[in-house]
């Protein structure tokens, strides 16, 4: 599939990577410290959830609420997954990255 | 449970909204705020609010970058309904329009026309009247003057006395200026050239608050006595003279043979109220020598914030006799009580405007009338427009189309005429306007100012959609009583409501006959005042022959005051021997160039009475030759010739009016002896009178002018010991046929440098230029009042043909009938010329009244003319009915050719 809807940006390709990482665990904080731990990426609050909502409209990923808890100030849960469409996005991305590394090995390292 | 900082939550609620998303981002962020809570609360909370203020940012960024177009949403159907409708009106409206290109192309140039007008002229208003003037708050500052009431005086400029006294003991203003205008010999240069100077006190840029682009401005320092002479440039100065040199501080010029250290350069859109010298100097004043007196520098000051003008006065009026205490030797306790002299403060930007706000405003309303016009024009095209959609109304009305929304259509769809007629508008404007700024009077101010700025685009804009509106209103009113049946049944031909058509259809071409009048008769005034102008008998002859140019000799080049009048002599001779020359004669000031001087005089016949003021008279030096070659008579007695000069000889001439105000005939002055200087007692006797001139500008009455030697004995020996009194720079006045002609400048330029290479000269005019220069605004406002009325009459005649002959093809089958039944051609002519008749008595009647109370707000304009002038009102009157059954006759001459076979046929 290569519609202009799957080509995502580095940091959604990001995302979408820390999300499969943390299968049942796919909350906004968790997917935060997964990108600060595994991507050393330190990203706001702000930037993130604007990543993740776009990246539901492009149907990268879906979510789904949970119910809410006193710790949470009585505010719901919201849990993250990747769609079909966004595992097609990422092996396109992952293909095309292959292809242009392929023979660099020499040049790079 | 620990709640995060409530303000941060309720931004986040806001940004969020409130669906299930939003608040799971609320409890996340809620969450992990009582983890950190637990490690730092201060930390915490600066951590939430920090991520609050991200998301705020994002989801903000997110909602501009994000939202689809309009037409995007429009066409997916989303989007609110008011937005959908207007959209579909637009492209509907825009698809009628196209498809009848004869009326959208005549409707939409008419509009564009009235729409450019009111654009121009508004930009002028603009850049002219509105805009606050191109200073830091400029609304603080203010223009110093005074008064003296006991002398006859309403205005009068600054005294450097009082100007010092409010510097030293004021506590009203900020900063307080003065400046005088003048020229400086500048020497060292390329060229030895009289160049445009203006002498500043040092506060005077500090109050404007404009700062050089390079350098620095003026010190006390630089404005005192005996210390280096320093000089700023005008930046077009600096960029003709110096190529931009940007190491130009600290180089030196050579002005009135003084070398003066540069030290500034002004940035490029400075002008000191308009005028943009080639260089700013230094009064330098000696306090020790200054008196309350005279009274000839212009002076500006920047009140404290907060401080009225009325505040400033009070202050400035008990200042005055501290002034006269501290600066003795001029005006006095006695004279100041009985002069009743005191300050007044003018806000600055009057100063500036001066008088030119009526004409504008006149003007303003002269292109609101054409305006009015167009859209009377197409409110009559867009009525018989929307008849011919009867039945497209009709039968959307019977599917079930609501009124608003019909209405609505139509407005739209006028609207969109209108911001066509505005888009061309403001291409005419922008081309009117280069030409209104060529054609514009030198003397109109901040004419570099004026452009179309953002100000004038909202202003066309909103001209254009209004107009657009009250074109719309009649065919919506027309739709607002729309009988469906009707329409349907007759085939959209409905002669139903016709009546009451023609009624608004007749109204509009009314009101369109009765502003043609009114403008008709604010140009007839106009050219009624030029006339006047052109016959008023200004004191010279064939102005277009004389050519005038200053030649200064600088003490530097010439020190000695009597061979300095000699070489002023020798050089009129030069000049006198071009071939072509008739005369040269010598003045300090040619007639109507502002440069004369004013001073008060004594007549040994008629003493001053105990507290008697002596009158203030205009004051001019002159050389032999100066009557004869402006074509002034010598009404009485003889001239001053170079003899007269040579012996140093105690003459004076003056003017008839002046002779008359003391004596029976100008022949009884000549032999009668005349003095100026602080008190009576330096005499010079009458050896001649002249005819009367206009000197303050053809529209002002004839000024009483005292002619003294341009060298001669010193009348002001209490203020220099020096016993001659001796001008320096002089004006040359050449008469010559070759007056224009390539190379006669070049010829004088050589004679004047053959007896002294290092003269400069300047000011190379005709005394046609001067003569333009006194009456470019009433020729400005002529020309403009001549071209709007020549649109309104335009306009107007087309409106009349159109309605009359839209009513003649209306009544075709009737005209048809009556030749069918014997009516004679004549008969149906003058049926259809009567009808344009009635519109014109109407129109007529209308406008006169109209006029008559409208051209009082332009007396002040006007020159030698009633505003209610009989001769006027009367040729306009019978001018435009005339123009009104032109514009009937080729419809009634269709009419007439009715066939009445073909004509009932048709049926």
Redesign the interface.
Known sequence: MTNRQSIIGEFEQLVLLAILQLKEDAYGPNISEELETKAKRRVSRGALYSSLDRLQQKGLLRWKIEAASSARGGHPKRRFEVTRPGIAALREYRKALTSLWAGLEEVIG | ?T??PAAAESLLRRVLGDD??G??????????Y?RRKGENARAARRWYW??A???????T??QFTRRPAIHVLLKEGRGDGMLRRVWSDLRFGSRTLWRTPGFTVVAAITLALGIGANTAIFSLVNGILLQPLPYDEADRLVGVWNTAPGLDIEQVTQSPALHFTYEDEGTVFEELGLWSQGTVAVTGLEQALQEDAIWVTDGLFRALRVQPVLGRRFTREDDTRDTPWTVILSYRYWRSQFGSDPDVIGRTLMANGIARQIVGVMSQDFRLLGDDPAVYLPMRWDRSEVFVGQFSYRSLGRLKPGVTLAQATAEMTRLLPIAVEKFPGGMTMELLEESRAAPVLTPLKTDVIGTVGNTLWILLGTASMVLLIACANVANLSLVRAEGRDREVAVRTAMGAARGRIASQFVTETVVLGLVGCALGLGLAYGGLQVLLAMAPTNLPRLEEIAISPMVLLFTVGVAVLASLAVSLLPVFRYGHFNLVSALKEGGRGASGSHQRNRIRNALVVAQVALAIVLLIGSGLMIRSFQALMAVEPGFRDPESVLTLRVSIPSAVVEDVGEMALTHEMIAQRIGDIPGVASVGLTTSITMDGAAGFDPIYVEEFPLSEGQLPAVRTFKWIAEGYFGTMGNPIVAGREITWADLHERAAVVMITENLALEYWDSPAEAVGKRIGTGLEPGNWNTVIGVVGDVRDAGVTEDAATVVYWPMIGPNPWRELSDDPLWAQRTMAYAIRSDRTGTAGFLDEIRQAIWSVNSNLPLAGVRTVEDILDRSTARTSFTLVMLAVATAVALLLGMVGVYGVISYVVTQRTREIGVRIALGAQTGTVMKMVLQHGLILAGTGVTVGLLAAFGLTRLMSSLLYGVNPVDAVTYITVAAGTTVVVLIASYLPARKAAGVDPLEALRAE
């Open positions: 449970m709640r995060p299930a998303a608040r799971s981002v609320l409890g996340d962020l809620t969450e992990e009582g920090r991520e203020l991200a998301i705020a940012f994002h989801r960024r997110d």
